[in-house]
Each structure stands twice: as C-alpha cells, then as structure tokens.
C-alpha cells in the first residue's frame, strides 16, 4: 500500500475569496483527524478569479476514502458550495506517482528496488554529509535528540521534496533500464 495525495483545484465565487479560502482550512483542520491523514495544504490563488489548489495526503487511498466518504467531509463540501458554484476538479496520485511523473517514467514498470536504493543513496549521502558538517556545529547548544530531529527533518523534506524529482529526471535513463 502506498501514500496517495489528492490535489483538488476550485475557484471561488467573486469576491468570496477570503470566506472561501477560511471554510478550507476549516475542513481541512477536520480533516486531519481523519484515520490515515497525514498532512494538507492550501495554495490561494495568485491573481483573482484564478482557482485554489487543495493538497491532501493520506497513508492509503481506503484512508482517503474514509475521509472523502464521511458525513464532516460531506458537511464541508455543502458549505463551501455556497461561496463557489464551480464544481472542483480532483486529481489522485500515488505519491510515488509524483516523483515517477517528473521523470517520464510514469505508466511504465516501477524501476528496480536496488536502483531506487542507490538514488536514494545519492541524494541522502550530500544531504547529511553537509547538514552534519555545517548545521550541526551551529546547532551545539541543543540536546542531541533534538540537534537530530531538527537534522533529520531538514534531510527528508529537502530530499522528497528537492533532491530526489531532480535525481530521478537526471536518472531516468539508468532507471527504466
């Protein structure tokens, strides 16, 4: 089983924005004691009359049914009807999907365990060599679980969400071998 993120797109009813934009981080605060939530987020509009960009990710797509199929998220939907008459438009992935999706691999056999290994490798090995070389001295006068915490945190979100789409665009080749 794997993580699915759900990107729903939705414009809000002229002059509505604010409302709109408050009833979603409402529902998604529901949400989020929803079984199998694991985070979300909301990406307003740049311009006026363009659409809002909603981000959920849950530990399973049965999670995100749970959610997509109870009453609170029901509830939700009916009151933000009233501040946009257009309909939203919803996208699943399987989060790993995304990454395969900025490669070109996506749709094509999921490459081999070890290859995925040896990329991972290549982004967390810079990672932690520089975080461990450069933000742990700074970061001395902390305890050591929380020196790591702060660490560990940074290296993960740099690789899933920086290092490793360019690495597997840079190795696709190598990849769908």
């Not at 939907?77 to 946009?84: F, K, N």
């Not at 700074?138 to 899933?160: D, N, S």
């Amino acid at each position: 089983m794997s993580q699915v993120t759900r990107i729903i797109h939705r414009r809000a009813n002229p002059g509505q924005e604010a409302h709109y934009e408050r009833l979603v981080r409402d529902m998604l605060a529901a949400c989020s004691r929803s079984p199998g939530y694991l985070f979300s987020t909301v990406i307003p509009p740049r311009m006026d009359g363009e659409e809002f960009h909603i981000v959920q990710c849950f530990t399973t797509q049965a999670a995100l049914d749970i959610w997509r199929n109870s009453k609170d998220a029901a509830e939700w939907h009916e009151r933000l009807r009233h501040v946009s008459d257009h309909e939203p438009e919803y996208r699943v992935f399987n989060t790993t999907d995304l990454w395969f999706s900025a490669t070109g691999l996506e749709g094509q056999k999921q490459p081999a365990r070890w290859r995925m290994a040896v990329v991972t490798w290549m982004g967390i090995f810079p990672l932690a060599s520089l975080a461990v070389a450069f933000l742990f001295p700074l970061l001395t006068a902390l305890p050591f679980i929380l020196r790591m915490m702060i660490l560990t945190v940074l290296i993960v979100f740099a690789m899933y969400w920086i290092v490793m789409p360019r690495l597997l665009r840079w190795l696709a080749w190598w990849l769908k071998r």
